[in-house]
Nanobody, 122 residues
Framework: QVQLVESGGGSVQPGDSLRLSCAAS????????FSWFRQAPGKEREFVAL????????LYADSVKGRFTISRDNPTNILYLQMNSLKAEDTAVYYC???????????????WGQGTQVTVAS
């Protein structure tokens, strides 16, 4: 059973930065894809970014392109999301997920973390 544990959320002001982490309990397979999704109150879960664990090719939602960076550390099995120039509309619970398809569709992901809250407010 794969467990994913997010951390790093918090309350910040517009323009600030945060780095989220997602620790995976098991070493990813060669075809593993990891993603970050987010869900704001009253809204559906939204794709943020994904990365192919081996190879590192990444994809971003238009809303975060140029501000967020997804990365991973192979030796420690940790996924990161560096979030810069945060805006109020980035406020949401952020989830990491692991699957095997290079897709932004949340239903394609098999394993999910419990989420970490990010609040951006002045």
């Amino acid at each position: 059973q794969v467990q994913l544990v997010e951390s790093g959320g918090g309350s910040v002001q517009p323009g600030d930065s945060l780095r989220l982490s997602c620790a995976a309990s098991a070493r990813p397979f060669s075809n593993s894809v990891f993603s970050w999704f987010r869900q704001a109150p009253g809204k559906e879960r939204e794709f943020v970014a994904l990365i192919r664990w081996h190879g590192g090719s990444a994809l971003y939602a238009d809303s975060v392109k140029g501000r967020f960076t997804i990365s991973r550390d192979n030796p420690t099995n940790i996924l990161y999301l560096q979030m810069n120039s945060l805006k109020a509309e980035d406020t949401a619970v952020y989830y990491c997920a692991r699957g095997s398809e290079y897709t932004s569709v949340p239903e394609a992901y098999e394993y999910w973390g419990q989420g970490t809250q990010v609040t951006v407010a002045s």
